[in-house]
């Protein structure tokens, strides 16, 4: 297994509700990742994948993971960067609220992140890519891979290293093509 310090490309997705096909496929075209992140609400997909791969995986149990054995949130450490990783539920976000009220489980969410010493977020549940800072958290969602979604699979990737991580949230714009949405870049301070 590899240390924390090895890992140097993550591939993270959520609300897959059942198609590891689509995670399948997307790990197969998309070259080499040294641990898979899922978000909920499919994580058996996540974890399933990155053993026929033989990649390191960490996951959490979304509202829909019933009788699943995962946390509901983590911290999770990789060379120098903290990250807080959770469904989203747990704010009760979803896509379809006034911005106002998102706005504000976003910053409830950044606020869970803090207290965790975490400088980036990342969440699911609501289906809906974003990448963006706000005050000083990166947060993340890399959408959905969900079969019944009327937009196309997404998910995101993360380059680490100490000094710099990179963010692109990633869209199959065919078969074997992807497309980059966004891209966020930050360097770590020194301690």
Known sequence: MKTKSDIK???????????????????????????IIHLGDGVADGNNVAEEFGIQFCGIKGNEDHGMDYPISRVLNINRWVFFILHGNQTEINPYQMKSEYDRHIKDMCDMAKRENAGVLLFGHTHKSMLEKRDDTIICNP?????GSASPPTFAVMNISDRKLEISLMERTGDEEWNQL?????DHTPD
């Open 143 to 147: 959408g959905d891979q969900y079969a």
């Open 182 to 186: 966004s891209f966020f870049a930050a």
């Open 9 to 35: 490309r993550v591939a993270v997705f959520s609300d897959t509700h059942g198609n590891r096909k689509e995670i399948y496929k997307t790990i197969s075209h998309m070259g080499h990742f040294d641990l």
